[in-house]
């Protein structure tokens, strides 16, 4: 009797000690992502970015954020000075062509303006870098039916998914793009 006892006392504890461990599984699996959101936010996929178009009345704000492979060729923080002049140059190029990547038509008589074109880490300790880049397009009539065309893969070829939102007025479009001559209408 004693000893059936025993066996059941330690038939017990084998299932508590699987249901704590299913709980503490599940627990963690649901804590994981918290735990590590930084990561899990900031983690990049090579060749793929966002972009963001918004205006309001003639003045409108292109929001980029991008590994910055896709920009720079390569993703590590340039130090060595061959690494930062060609940094330089890629991001003096991409600041020329900003306005052939995202094309609006010369009739709305925009003008561009960098506000910043940053090289960050992705992560405090990471190896890989990002890009984040913000113009400001200052046009002289609505843009009410514009036709707005991408280009951004004639230049930057190493952009093979640009994730689009476009914000004008009430109207909020998104779009993948993939090649040049994408094209969008304000409408
Ligand atoms: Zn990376």
């Known amino acids: 009797m004693k000893k059936f006892k025993l066996l059941r006392f330690k038939g017990g504890v084998k299932i508590m000690f699987s249901q704590i461990l299913f709980i503490l599984l599940v627990v963690l699996s649901l804590f994981y992502p918290l735990m590590?959101?930084?990561?899990?936010?900031?983690?990049?996929?090579?060749?793929?970015?966002?972009?963001?178009?918004?205006?309001?009345?003639?003045?409108?704000?292109?929001?980029?954020?991008?590994?910055?492979?896709?920009?720079?060729?390569?993703?590590?923080?340039?130090k060595k000075k061959k690494e930062i002049e060609k940094a330089n140059e890629a991001l003096a190029q991409f600041e020329k062509s900003i306005s052939q990547m995202v094309v609006i038509?010369?009739?709305?008589?925009?003008?561009?303006?960098?506000?910043?074109?940053?090289?960050?880490?992705?992560?405090?300790?990471?190896?890989?870098?990002?890009?984040?880049?913000?113009?400001?397009?200052?046009?002289?009539?609505?843009?009410?039916?514009?036709?707005?065309?991408?280009?951004i893969q004639k230049y930057f070829p190493r952009f093979r998914l640009v994730n689009f939102e476009i914000l004008f007025g009430n109207i909020?479009?998104?779009l993948p793009v993939t090649k040049s001559g994408t094209k969008v209408y304000l409408k």
């Open 172 to 174: 909020q479009k998104s």
């Open 105 to 151: 038509p010369e009739m709305y008589g925009c003008q561009w303006s960098k506000k910043a074109l940053d090289i960050i880490r992705a992560e405090p300790e990471s190896k890989h870098c990002e890009i984040e880049g913000e113009f400001e397009i200052t046009c002289q009539k609505n843009l009410d039916e514009a036709k707005i065309t991408f280009n």
């Open 36 to 78: 590590s959101g930084a990561k899990t936010i900031k983690a990049h996929a090579h060749g793929e970015s966002n972009w963001s178009l918004a205006f309001e009345g003639q003045t409108g704000r292109l929001m980029i954020d991008t590994p910055a492979e896709s920009l720079l060729g390569f993703e590590k923080e340039p």
